[in-house]
């Protein structure tokens, strides 16, 4: 239901319940009084029930700037135009049901897993960290977790909504209670393959993890996250510059990755572009779009995060055994 759209007036305003049908691999075991898994693939289907196809008459011959509409084009010589196709975000709506799934395995391997995540930058708006506070998550139509950005980010995106724009976001997910040892040297990396993975969210132009960008900037001295003896003869960390990852395995530490996010290339203003035959043309995009396609990007970056925890997490006990 958090990436669900049509839930407040800064998202597209389509109407998709996003009900979630399980057809597969999972049954209700009376003799243990709950739902278990059969080992066959675990298949859910979610319909589509708002689609409005006639919205984008007027785009089938032309190319969205910033769209992946000519790319599609020339690689496959065919393109859906009828709201994006296999590049539209409506496709998330699959991977937040898969991290559901994942976020499962993740709890009954390890204790206390948590994975959220927070938009922290709309357009050139940013929240202050300062006034972090994770239960205000649920109480804005942002996901921020700070008060008074959310109060001030509804008057700048009523801004950009009026005007048909749309502006890109920033969005940071954390996971918290994975242990140390997840992933691997070289071509096995745990954060390669988080970055991988966030990159793969439509419109994410940018990852980085821990301190990320910042370390380019940062000293040896500054960037080291320096250790002392903790509980259980396990470190205590006095920073996490890393993100929670050294040599593409876990720490312990909190993992932290932020992600960029454009903005939403169908917009009302006219842009200059081309069509199918080459034709210098104008396109202006109508229809229900996100004026900040970001802001539903946040369960998204926290459904992708744990379906690479939960593959780690397998790969690792088929290396270590129970560790």
Known sequence: DRRRPGQSRFVSQ??????????????????????????????????????????YGDIRDKFRPGHA????????????YRGGGRQS?????????????????????????????????VGT?????????????????????????????????????KRGSSVGAAVEVVAEGIPAGLGAPIYGKLDA???????????????????????AAMSGEDNADEMRKGARGKPKFLSNHAGGILGGISTGQPIVARFA????????????????????????????????????AVPVGEAMLALVLADHALRHRAQMGGR
Not at 90 to 114: C, D, I, Q
Not at 197 to 214: D, H, T
Request: net charge positive; hydrophobic share 40%.
């Open 14 to 55: 389509r109407r998709e319940p996003d009900t979630v049908r399980i057809l597969s691999g999972v049954f209700q075991d009376e003799r243990m009084k709950q739902q278990v898994t059969t080992g066959t693939p675990i298949a859910l289907l979610i319909e589509n029930v708002d689609a409005r196809a006639k919205d």
């Open 69 to 80: 509409d000519y790319t599609y084009w020339a690689k496959y010589g065919v393109r859906d």
């Open 89 to 121: 975000a409506r496709e998330t709506a699959s991977r937040v049901a898969a991290g559901a799934v994942a976020a499962k395995v993740l709890a009954s391997l390890y204790k206390n897993v948590r994975i959220r995540g927070a938009l922290i930058q």
């Open 125 to 161: 708006e940013k929240i202050d960290r300062k006034r972090w506070n994770w239960n205000e998550i649920a109480r804005n139509p942002f996901f921020c977790p700070d008060a008074k950005s959310a109060a001030q980010w509804e008057v700048y995106l009523d801004g950009v909504r």
């Open 193 to 215: 393959d988080i970055a991988s993975a966030l990159m793969s969210i439509n419109a994410v132009k940018g990852v980085e993890i821990g301190a990320g960008f910042a370390t």
């Open 261 to 296: 996010v454009k903005p939403t290339s169908s917009i009302l203003t006219p842009r200059r572009t081309i069509d199918t035959s080459g034709h210098d043309t104008e396109i202006a995009t109508k229809g229900r779009h996100d004026p900040c396609v970001g802001i539903r």
